[in-house]
């Protein structure tokens, strides 16, 4: 089983500020199947990123994914007030599918 | 609009079993496997299992926390996928949810660009 380890647990930022999130696996992610999660209290995880680095549809170009193997980061470019959530990283490369323990992303 | 629309969630007891039940509309469902999650209240998001499409003979992957009492099984007439729960244990009480993950394309899978509104199972005497 891929162990995802996200980092920092929580992050305190500005509006405006950039925002940086890790997500780093105990084995190599097979085809970089690496996704980014949103999530905000009562809703259902909004699919951010997949395969590492290509954007879902309709989400804003403030937000972008990099990295591969076992390193992986989520970036935001420039904080708005909608994008304080909480966020996930999931391996689905192989069996069984895992998350990272997620990153709270707060305001300042 | 892509839709994937969940019923079946309550409160059940201990040793019981419940049905959970995934309704896509808007695409072409029998293409698309479909993966279910859960989320424990105030925890982390939890995969539960996978059922692939018929073209890879919908096969199934399980996590070992519910493996040999959860079956993932589909009704493509219906558009439907279900979550058939048995011997519940109180650790099971989460809300549910269920995403659809696509076809590989140009080698590069989209999964959980869909998911259901979420259904809170409750394991409890």
């Known amino acids: 089983e891929i162990v995802l380890t996200q980092s920092p647990g929580t992050l305190s930022l500005f509006s405006g500020e950039r925002a940086t999130l890790s997500c780093r696996a105990s084995?190599?992610?097979?085809?970089?199947?690496l996704a980014w999660y949103q999530q905000k209290p009562g809703q259902a995880p909004r699919l951010l990123i997949y395969g590492a680095s290509s954007r879902a549809t309709g989400i804003p170009d403030r937000f972008s994914g990099s990295g591969s193997g076992t390193d992986f980061t989520l970036t935001i470019s420039r904080l708005e007030p909608e994008d304080f959530a909480v966020y996930y990283c999931q391996q689905y490369g192989g069996s069984p599918y895992t998350f990272g323990q997620g990153t709270k992303l707060e305001i300042k | 609009d892509v839709q994937l629309v969940q019923s079946g969630g309550g409160l059940v007891q201990p040793g019981r079993s419940l049905r959970l039940s995934c309704t896509g509309s808007?695409?072409?469902?029998?293409?698309?496997?479909v993966n279910w999650f859960r989320q424990a209240p105030g925890k982390g998001l939890e995969w539960v299992g996978f059922i692939r499409s018929k073209t890879f003979g919908e096969a199934t992957q399980y996590a070992a926390s519910v493996k040999g009492r959860f079956t993932i099984s589909r009704d493509d007439s219906k558009n439907i996928a279900y979550l058939q729960m048995n011997s519940l244990k109180t650790e099971d009480t989460a809300v549910y949810y269920c995403a659809r993950e696509g076809p590989s394309i140009f080698g590069v899978v989209i999964s959980g660009d869909y998911w259901g509104q979420g259904a809170l199972v409750t394991v409890s005497s």
């Open positions: 084995q190599s992610v097979s085809n970089n199947f």
């Open positions: 808007g695409f072409r469902f029998n293409n698309f496997a």
